[in-house]
Nanobody, 114 residues
Framework: QVQLVESGGGLVQAGGSLKLSCVVS????????MGWYRQAPGKERELVATTSGTTTNYADSVKGRFTISRDNAKSTVYLQMNSLKPEDTALYYC?????????WGQGTQVTVSS
């Protein structure tokens, strides 16, 4: 059974930084496309960043501020978030696409105060 557990969320002032982590159990992530998504209250879930291991993709709203990375040996994917803005406030979800099946974590809350 594949499980994803996020951590690292919290409350931070605008301009600050946070680093999210997502640990995957029950499967290797070597061939997985890993990603971070977020959902703000009243809005749809949106893509933040993805990594296939060879390529990365970012939403325009986070380019230059967020960095996605992975450690396959630890089955972990990270999201370094710098220069945070109040509009980054959301529940952040980790996603693993393994053999075309999507797995989701429970989410970690990020709140950025102005």
């Amino acid at each position: 059974q594949v499980q994803l557990v996020e951590s690292g969320g919290g409350l931070v002032q605008a301009g600050g930084s946070l680093k999210l982590s997502c640990v995957v159990s029950g499967s290797t992530i070597n061939r997985a496309v890993m990603g971070w998504y977020r959902q703000a209250p009243g809005k749809e879930r949106e893509l933040v960043a993805t990594t296939s291991g060879t390529t990365t993709n970012y939403a325009d709203s986070v380019k230059g501020r967020f960095t996605i990375s992975r450690d396959n040996a630890k089955s972990t994917v990270y999201l370094q978030m710098n220069s945070l803005k109040p509009e980054d406030t959301a529940l952040y979800y980790c996603n693993a696409q393994i053999f075309r099946i999507n797995f989701w974590g429970q989410g970690t809350q990020v709140t950025v105060s102005s």
